[in-house]
């Protein structure tokens, strides 16, 4: 089985930073994509950015400038630096992976339990 662990949310005050990681373990083959997605109560669950294993990336416009994925290839793990917060951003951010496992045909998506993040003003 796969396993998809988020942690490092908490509180911080506005302008303040954050730095998500997740980490993927299990019969992993390969790792195609890695991202962070958020959510807001009553609201549909955003991409925040996303890191490909050939090191592309993608940003929601919202967050372009303030934050940065980076992934560890060789350990299956990948960060959320997250600078200047604001209280828009506070939100449940879901670290999501697109996972190729041993002896299985396809890539399968991993999601992790989500972890709390709260920007105070």
């Known amino acids: 089985q796969v396993q998809v662990v988020e942690s490092g949310g908490g509180l911080v005050q506005a302008g303040g930073s954050l730095r998500l990681s997740c980490v993927a373990s299990?019969?992993?083959?390969?790792?195609?994509?890695m991202g962070w997605y958020r959510q807001l109560p009553g609201k549909q669950r955003e991409l925040v950015a996303s890191?490909?294993?050939?090191?592309?990336?993608n940003y929601a416009d919202s967050v372009k400038g303030r934050f940065t994925i980076s992934r560890d290839n060789a350990k299956d793990t990948v960060f959320l630096q997250m600078n200047d917060l604001q209280p828009e951003d506070t939100a449940v951010y879901y670290c999501?992976?697109?996972?190729?496992?041993?002896?299985?045909?396809?890539?399968?998506?991993?999601w992790g339990q989500g972890t709390q993040v709260t920007v105070s003003s």
């Open positions: 999501y992976a697109r996972i190729s496992i041993v002896r299985l045909i396809g890539e399968y998506d991993y």
């Open positions: 299990g019969n992993i083959f390969s790792i195609k994509v």
């Open positions: 890191t490909t294993s050939g090191g592309s990336t």
